[in-house]
């Protein structure tokens, strides 16, 4: 490290005796660096990426109009609870802001670095002189001193303001991920919700063929012990009671499952949502359908690409910041203060002394250190463009995909609502021709069986259907609005 400071600076506590020479020398070497400054390393240009004005068959901008409230459109005020409980006490969402506290903290400690330090000191020393090291008996001496030393970095080649630039570029990051913290947990708890009823609605129907069933056993009981049946007959329709009694345990435990997870995801207990939510309810519906034209650049609002581009700004301000390096700084010293060895004096005039300079240091032989940093920093720059790229493409096949998901599951969800009536229709006509003794009674289990599997299968897709209108919400960024927080993210002062 090379250093060179002004002579005037070599002594701080000696008292200028030239008037404001050294000032004025100071303030003209000031007015020159600023004069003449520069900001070093690459300026940061938004990436322009490749994307199709709209995507393959998705939804129209106006279906998504009001993409920050999304879980309205299933017009369900649990659901809306829900959302506004978890917003309010996540932990997940309470660790991010932790963050983004810390984030803007740290951004102003940068911003910092701009500003001259002033430091105050004040003494007061009480010393005596050996006799035995001098000869002569000096006695004691007190010295009293009080002042202030200031010390200001000229970002002549503008490392600091880079520095700043970084900070403020990381900080926005860091908002856009508590951003995504958001997204994911508002899908989370509406998927959460909405597989809850679907396993409710599903209860319901177990429950209701159980009963249907056992009625039928019964009346086949009744037959055998008037001889107008067989062992067979009843063997079969009890076998198809507790096959269907077998899937209560299993759709219980999914209802408490779920229940308990909701309950975690707003910060409280698992079986705190137990009463709240055991009573069944419909499976949320969203709009009927949706139509297509959906503009590609609506991703970019998602808060995830959004922080992969302010991570890759970050990461090119900080070449500017490793190149600042190659360059000498220049610093600007001075203090001032009162020095006496009596009290009563002490704010007299003539006990002010002051002194200062500028001053200047070079990394002369650090230069291949330098060097290297330097490439370190395009190296994480050119990553943080890589990265930033991959977050788009798989922007871009997550949002075609959940169109495809959701499209195709409404497709699939009409087909098994006409294989529910059909069974339905099957199941009526099968006990009829049986009550007629035309047809054996396997015939009538069988289609009952066929008609049990349909109703499953379409409250299943029921509850696709609402669950992947969700992740098509997701992966548009919706909801990434902070509560009490806008669009944009303005510079920290």
């Known amino acids: ?56 068959a998705s939804p129209s901008a106006e279906s998504f109009a009001d993409l920050a409230h999304w879980w309205k459109t299933f017009n369900d005020p649990m659901l809306d609870q829900l959302i506004d409980d978890a917003i309010a006490s996540n932990l997940d969402m309470q660790l991010a802001q932790a963050r983004v506290r810390e984030a803007r903290a740290q951004l102003i400690a940068a911003g910092a670095s701009l500003k001259p330090t002033v430091d105050a000191t004040a003494a007061d020393t009480l010393s005596r002189t050996s006799e035995n090291a001098n000869g002569v008996s000096t006695g004691s001496r007190n010295m009293m001193q009080a002042g202030f030393d200031a010390n200001w970095e000229l970002d002549v080649f503008g490392g600091n303001r880079r520095s700043i630039e970084a900070s403020q570029a990381s900080y926005e990051s860091i908002v856009e991920q508590s951003r995504n913290t958001l997204v994911t947990l508002l899908a989370e708890v509406a998927t959460n919700y909405i597989r809850l009823r679907g396993y409710q609605y599903e209860l319901s129907l177990v429950d209701a063929n159980v009963v249907s069933q056992q009625d039928t056993l019964d009346i086949q009981k009744s037959r055998l012990k008037a001889g107008i049946t067989t062992d067979l007959t009843v063997a079969q329709s009890e076998a198809l009671v507790q096959t269907t009694r077998a899937q209560i345990p299993t759709l219980q435990a999914q209802i408490k499952q779920t229940i308990h997870r909701l309950g975690v995801l707003l910060g409280q207990s698992p079986a705190s949502l137990m009463s709240r939510l055991e009573v069944n309810k419909p499976i949320p519906l969203g709009p009927p359908s949706i139509p297509t034209g959906v503009p590609a650049q609506l991703l970019r609002r998602r808060p995830d690409i959004r922080a992969a581009e302010r991570s890759l700004a970050s990461a090119t301000a900080k070449i500017g910041v490793q190149t600042a390096e190659l360059y000498p700084k220049f610093t600007l010293n001075g203090t001032i203060g009162l020095s006496s060895t009596q009290l009563s004096n002490f704010a007299d005039n003539r006990s002010l002394f002051y002194s200062l300079g500028p001053g200047v240091s070079w990394r002369l032989f650090d230069g291949n250190l330098i060097k290297a940093n330097i490439q370190t920093a395009e190296a994480q720059r050119d990553q943080a463009a890589i990265t930033y790229q991959q977050s788009l493409l798989t922007a871009m096949e997550e949002v075609e995909n959940a169109v495809v998901f959701y499209d195709r599951e409404q497709a699939r969800r009409d087909m098994l609502q006409k294989s529910v009536d059909a069974n339905q229709r099957a199941a009526d006509h099968a006990i009829k021709l049986n009550d007629a003794g035309l047809v054996d009674f396997i015939n009538v289990l069988t289609a009952k069986q066929s008609l049990n599997q349909a109703q499953s299968a379409l409250a299943q897709s029921q509850t696709a259907v609402s669950t992947d209108l969700v992740y098509l919400y997701k992966v548009l960024g919706g909801g990434w609005e902070l509560p009490g927080e806008s669009d944009d993210v303005t510079m920290v002062k």
């Open 1 to 56: 490290m090379f250093s060179y400071l002004n002579p005037t600076q070599q002594n701080l506590s000696t008292r200028c005796q030239s008037g404001a020479r050294p000032a004025v020398v100071a303030l003209s070497v000031v007015a020159s660096l600023l004069i003449f400054g520069c900001t070093v390393g690459p300026d940061y240009k938004a990436p322009q990426a490749n994307m199709p004005e709209t995507f393959h």
